[in-house]
């Protein structure tokens, strides 16, 4: 008998732990990597720290203040640049869409010249094997898009939200060859979702409450070790791993 179909966690999303990088950056500002999400929309809740997210985004750019209990979320195509104020930033990330975005949904600011070139692009992206080899990288990747990103927010500011169509076109270019393959992380997460809580609702419309009986705790394991993510270092629950509790 195969095992029992694990309940994703709720609304499809994913959870992951972030302690955003206290790194310097060429405007002196210390933070992560800027970059959009083309099909995801993204959430925070700030658990210790201080800093800022910096957006650009349909309505121009904007900066909001985090402290601790702060409770944000953002859109598909915002720009988005997490600034660690003082150096002990620390949030729960609310990712939509679990699985997508991990499949390359992210696409990151760097100069027009690297996101016009794919391969360009992959070689900056990529990191290696290794703590020290990991982190070189990934501080080399968070400071050429900090690059690109200082260019574009002064586009903003200038010539307002047009200024970002270079970047959604160069965007859309990168990841339309795998779009195709991101349906099933939908599918299988927030449509299943959707598709048993109307269910229910109909049984209970009938007065059958059978799916009640069915009822039961699930648990996933966090990360043994930090790794690291565009904006800092991330630990991430195992929702695919998860079981239900004894």
């Given at each position: 008998m195969s095992a029992p179909l694990v309940p994703g966690f709720p609304g499809g999303t994913a959870v992951s732990r972030l302690r955003v990088y206290d790194w310097p950056a060429a405007d002196g500002r210390s933070g992560g990597s800027p970059h959009l999400h083309t099909a995801s929309a993204e959430g925070y809740v700030v658990l210790s720290g201080s800093g800022s997210l910096e957006t650009l985004s349909g309505t121009g750019f904007g900066r909001t203040e985090l402290r601790p209990g702060s409770l944000l979320w953002f859109t598909p195509g915002t720009v988005h640049r997490l600034v660690n104020d003082g150096g002990d930033l620390e949030l729960l990330v609310?990712?939509?869409?679990?699985?997508?975005?991990?499949?390359?949904?992210?696409?990151?600011?760097?100069?027009?010249?690297?996101?016009?070139?794919?391969?360009?692009?992959?070689?900056?992206?990529?990191?290696?094997?290794?703590?020290?080899?990991?982190e070189e990288a990934a501080r080399a990747r968070r400071d050429l898009a900090v690059e690109g990103y200082l260019e574009l927010r002064a586009r903003v500011r200038r010539e307002g939200p047009a200024a970002l169509g270079e970047l959604?076109?160069?965007?859309?270019?990168?990841?339309?060859?795998?779009?195709?393959?991101?349906?099933?992380?939908?599918?299988?997460?927030?449509?299943?979702?959707?598709?048993?809580?109307?269910?229910?609702?109909?049984?209970?419309?009938?007065?059958?409450?059978?799916?009640?009986?069915?009822?039961?705790?699930?648990?996933?394991?966090g990360g043994s070790r930090d790794r690291h993510g565009m904006c800092g270092h991330l630990r991430v629950w195992d929702l695919d791993g998860a079981r239900p509790t004894v």
């Open positions: 609310v990712m939509q869409n679990a699985g997508l975005p991990e499949s390359g949904d992210a696409v990151l600011t760097y100069p027009r010249e690297v996101l016009a070139d794919p391969d360009a692009y992959r070689r900056a992206t990529a990191l290696p094997e290794g703590p020290g080899p990991a959604y076109t160069s965007a859309v270019a990168l990841v339309r060859d795998k779009a195709a393959g991101w349906h099933h992380h939908v599918e299988r997460g927030a449509a299943r979702q959707a598709e048993a809580t109307t269910g229910h609702l109909e049984a209970l419309g009938r007065g059958d409450g059978g799916h009640l009986a069915e009822s039961a705790v699930y648990t996933a394991d």
